[in-house]
Nanobody, 118 residues
Framework: QVHLVESGGGLVQAGESLRLSCAAS????????MGWYRQGRGEQRVLVAF???????NYVDSVKGRFTISRDNVKNTVNLQMNSLKPEDTAVYYC????????????WGKGTLVTVSS
């Protein structure tokens, strides 16, 4: 089991920045990658950014150039630096961890709300 705890959400104005952090505990040696998903009101949860243990990153097109994901494999933390925030970035952001194959399991944090006002 992997336990994830997010922090750093809040209310900001458009153009401002926020930094989300997620700390993993438990069976962290089984983690192969960590990332952030978001879910707007009435929408499905979608991938925002992901980083593997080797440092390979993946971003959804809408955040490229504005968001940066980083990982500390020793501390088992993942951060999401969000710059130039837009109202459409408003959502609950969930930390995600994926574990080692052959059975890949998704672990989720409880989520942190990010609200961007115009």
């Amino acid at each position: 089991q992997v336990h994830l705890v997010e922090s750093g959400g809040g209310l900001v104005q458009a153009g401002e920045s926020l930094r989300l952090s997620c700390a993993a505990s438990g069976s962290t040696s089984s983690i192969t990658g960590m990332g952030w998903y978001r879910q707007g009101r009435g929408e499905q949860r979608v991938l925002v950014a992901f980083i593997t243990n080797g440092g390979t990153t993946n971003y959804v097109d809408s955040v490229k150039g504005r968001f940066t994901i980083s990982r500390d494999n020793v501390k088992n933390t993942v951060n999401l630096q969000m710059n130039s925030l837009k109202p459409e970035d408003t959502a609950v952001y969930y930390c995600n961890a994926k574990t080692t194959p052959p059975v890949v399991v998704d672990y989720w944090g409880k989520g942190t709300l990010v609200t961007v006002s115009s």
